[in-house]
């Protein structure tokens, strides 16, 4: 340094700053190498803090407002060196600011997925991210453990750190607290209030103070989201015997030709098998459920409009009480169109054995 450069130094009194970057958390008054002039005016302004260090030491740490460094306003500048000869020279200090407003909107997520346990889906892997708020609630914290002789300190020099910080406290919580996956959007709140307490202290021995700390999304792999959809569409349906006929009684509304309500019939038949499987199901052990075919159903022509559908054994019961003749006409689907009784392959027996053959 050269000799006028030391002049203008020296002569420079008054300390401020300007925060112009938003992102700055602590700065360091470029005076590492010059003298402080006694008298110099030390300017403070709202969500600042000022601390002085001299020779790794804090000397006193000032809030808002405007300060004329003298020994007769700041006593504790009379411990620093070369105030002497009637407080007259330069002295050599550091003036550290700290920005003490609130830093928000910072994000955290996970780089990798989560592994861990459900016990309604088995081994999933979730992915996790949201917001916090930082601020310094403790400037001679934050200078020793995190600034150190750093000219600018600023946010993206401890984003990555306080985010692992955050992943590590989050996958722990959440293996831990056993909530099924499809609950745990529920949770958000919960989790985001227990997680910010956990990290508080953590945060703090950096001279930091965490708030508004939230978890906006967790996400499973995409074959897990679909058997989530599939589930929730099932729960959708309720009664699937009543839904069935709903859905087959809509179709017949709509259309009222043969094929229509052969279907609404083949629906009906449908809806009591299933309905039969999922109770059978929900009695019973677990097991792998194998449909058993669909019984054939006939339709009887009443006064010229088709009647039904009836099952063999309800069949056999209407040939019986002679409901059903020889000659009466049927339909059930496969079949090109209305036959007779008797020409019908799976009641022939049935009408050889309980009616009687025509009078000559």
């Known amino acids: ?3 006028w450069d ?8 008054v300390i401020e700053w300007l925060d112009e970057s938003n992102d700055t958390l602590v700065w360091r008054f470029p005076r590492f190498q010059n003298e402080i002039k006694y008298g110099a005016k030390l300017i403070v302004r709202q969500a600042q803090s000022a601390v002085f260090v001299n020779e790794g030491e804090v000397a006193d740490i000032l809030g808002p407002g405007i300060y004329e460094l003298e020994t007769k306003n700041i006593p504790i500048l009379s411990t620093l060196q070369h105030w002497d000869h009637g407080f007259n020279s330069p002295f050599k200090a550091e003036v550290y600011y700290c920005n003490l407003r609130r830093f928000n909107d910072l994000k955290w997520g996970t780089k990798n997925s989560i592994i861990l346990r459900d016990k309604e889906f088995g081994i999933v892997r979730l992915r996790a991210f949201g917001t916090y708020e930082i601020r310094i609630n403790d400037p001679k914290k934050i200078i020793f453990e995190l600034v150190g002789t750093n ?3 600023e946010l993206d020099d401890i984003k990555a750190g306080l985010r692992n910080l955050i992943i590590t406290k989050f996958t722990s919580i959440v293996a831990s607290s056993k909530i099924p996956v499809i609950d745990m959007a529920s949770e958000y709140e919960k989790f985001s209030k227990y997680i ?3 990290l508080k202290d953590e945060f703090s021995e950096y001279g930091l103070e965490l708030l508004n700390f939230k978890i906006e999304n967790i996400s ?5 989201e679909k058997a989530i959809d599939e589930r ?3 729960g959708a349906v309720g009664n699937l015997d009543k839904y069935l006929k709903y859905k087959s009684a809509n179709a017949l509304e709509n259309s009222s030709d043969t094929s229509s309500m052969a279907s609404m019939g083949i629906g009906f038949a449908m809806a009591e098998k299933l309905a039969k499987s999922f109770e059978a199901d929900n009695s019973k052990p677990k097991k792998e459920y194998v449909p058993e075919p669909f019984e054939k159903l006939y339709y009887i022509a009443k006064d010229k409009k088709p009647d ?6 309800e069949l056999e019961e209407m040939i019986k009480s002679h409901s059903i003749k020889r000659d009466t006409l049927m339909w059930s689907s496969g079949m090109d169109g209305w036959k007779e009784a008797k020409d019908i392959e799976e009641l022939k027996e049935l009408l050889s054995l309980l009616t009687p ?4």
């Open 1 to 3: 340094m050269g000799l």
């Open 6 to 13: 030391r002049i203008f130094g020296e002569f420079i009194d």
């Open 151 to 153: 000219q600018n300190f």
């Open 196 to 198: 910010e307490e956990q």
């Open 220 to 224: 499973v792999p995409e074959a897990v």
């Open 232 to 234: 929730s569409s099932m």
């Open 308 to 313: 039904g559908p009836y099952s063999i054994d």
């Open 357 to 360: 053959p025509p009078l000559s």
